[in-house]
């Protein structure tokens, strides 16, 4: 691929959409990631890319970078951080996203960091594989992958920051391979990486990585993946905790704590949108800056438009409560995501009765068990067959909560589904289940979203029900909040 020259980048401006930029950044080839400071003591920082200009220069380039940042947004893969906002402010173009990109598996091979193994490696190459095979699915690609373009995130999981816009913004040389074929090279290489740095050599996960690389090249990415985790033999038991990619991604977040310039006393912290204009673009309200998203993203408020704090069971402001599922266990949600096949059962051993009597005895026997398995058997659950969103229609006002209510449609079996809520301002539930009666045809699934703060905000609530082998079936719903102060 070729990019233009890129010329010397002005100074950073002290905030972006009102919040403060850290002392910590990170030059990439695309621009330059900066943490943007937190509205609240209990959020976590968002990321922001600064996209070089001469990038932008050519016709057609910010056309370009907006499909693909939509086309990637609307996928709401797991394995790449919500998108927040792309927008324009004081001459530069800024992707918002959920997280910043620190720390990176490049940070990880030049510094090191305790106890990674060939279990985090395989975690790694696991979940990108995943995120990669979603985006080829989907006619994306990555473009220009490497090692720091993968990010940890609190949990430990691998995280791709700047999917697709290598391809929009860089030209393509036409004599080179696909941009989906350079995503499984630098998969493959990546493979070859971690094999070398966090595996024995002459160990069986070492030959694994090395496997799944050729394989990469030679079979394609979903082989080298179904290669992967048809391995776990080769991988230590514990792996799927994550304990030292979560270590490190722990300590990424001291790297974010410093702002750029002197913060506002706090009780500035939750100025009024009034008090945040000098911050915006001229001829831009502060609560609608230069999106380039459209009407149903909005630019980050400057004042914190963030859920309530949770406290107890009915006091109907709970962080992300989402409805009456029950959450799966952690090292239940992490073996869904290796998602490696179940043990063969153990065939039951043979024994031999020597006295004809025994004989009958066992075959009532077995005519009981047989009648009880098909009573107690565990069912597959409900077909699903319709998914349905309501949001409040009325304007919600200073502190309001949106109680949005998800209707989905089974043909009236008993047993479990599953189903999650995903959130226009990043924010996702883990994969929830909910038990359906017998001959209840319409289960309401609730999620309670609290805003407050100053200002406008648009909100628009996801509900996606999993289906094994089938795509999810999904709905959405939007409401509206202002609050003059």
């Known amino acids: 691929m070729r990019t233009p020259p890129t010329p010397p980048t002005p100074p950073a401006p002290a905030t972006v959409a009102g919040r403060a930029l850290s002392e910590w950044s990170r030059d990439g080839r695309l621009g ?75 940070d990880l091979l030049a510094t090191g960091a305790p106890g990674l ?29 490497t090692p720091g373009h993968v990010v940890l995130a609190p949990d430990g999981t691998a995280l791709l920051i700047e999917a ?10 036409a004599s080179a391979a696909s941009p989906q074929e350079a995503d499984i090279a630098a998969w493959a290489a990546l493979a070859r990486t971690l094999g070398t740095a966090w595996a024995a050599p002459g160990t069986p996960a070492a030959e694994l990585f090395a496997r799944c690389a050729t394989t990469a090249g030679a079979d394609g990415l979903a082989a080298a993946r179904t290669t992967l985790t048809s391995a776990r033999a080769a991988l230590p038991r514990d792996f799927l905790r ?20 002197e913060s506002p006393e706090p009780s500035e912290a939750t100025a009024s949108a009034e008090d945040t204009a000098a911050h915006a673009p001229a001829g831009v309200a502060p609560d609608e800056r230069d999106t380039m998203l459209g009407k149903r993203h909005r630019s980050i408020p400057a004042t914190p ?15 992300l409560r989402f409805g009456p599922g029950v959450p799966r266990s952690e090292e239940e949600a992490l073996r869904a995501l290796w998602a490696a096949p179940a043990p063969a059962p153990t065939p039951p051993r043979r024994r031999r009765w020597r006295r004809a009597g025994l004989l009958g005895a066992t075959a009532a026997l077995a005519a009981v068990a047989v009648v009880l398995w098909l009573l107690l ?22 502190g309001g909560t949106a109680d949005v209510t998800g209707v989905v449609t089974t043909d009236g079996h008993a047993g479990p589904f599953r189903y999650r809520w ?40 996801h509900l996606q029900v999993l289906r094994p082998d089938t795509p999810p079936l999904e709905a959405e719903a939007a409401f509206t909040y202002a609050c003059a102060g």
């Open 422 to 461: 995903l959130r226009s301002d990043g924010q996702r539930s883990e994969v929830l289940t909910r038990t359906a009666r017998g001959g209840e045809h319409e289960v309401a699934l609730h999620l309670r979203w609290t805003v407050r703060g100053p200002g406008r905000f648009h909100g628009t609530a």
């Open 305 to 319: 438009l963030t859920p309530v704090p949770g406290g107890g069971e009915d006091d109907g402001e709970i962080v």
């Open 377 to 398: 058997r565990p069912t597959t659950g409900p077909v699903v067959t319709a998914v349905r969103v309501t949001a409040p229609a009325q304007e919600l006002a200073c």
């Open 242 to 261: 994550r304990t030292a990619l979560r270590t490190a991604a722990a300590a990424a977040l001291a790297e974010l704590t410093e702002p750029a310039t």
């Open 32 to 106: 330059t990631w900066y943490a943007l400071g937190p509205a609240g003591a209990d959020e976590p920082p968002l990321g922001v890319l600064r996209i070089h200009r001469a990038l932008l220069a050519p016709s057609g380039a910010g056309e370009r970078l907006t499909a693909a940042v939509r086309s990637v947004a609307k996928l709401r893969l797991p394995g790449v951080p919500a998108t927040v906002d792309l927008l324009r402010e004081a001459g530069d173009v800024w992707l918002v996203v959920a997280r910043p990109p620190a720390r990176t598996v490049s």
């Open 164 to 173: 697709s816009l290598g391809t929009a913004l860089a030209e393509d040389d």
């Open 117 to 145: 193994d060939e279990g985090s490696a395989a975690s790694v190459l696991n979940e990108t594989a995943q995120t990669l095979l979603a985006l080829h699915a989907a006619g994306l690609a990555h473009g220009s992958l």
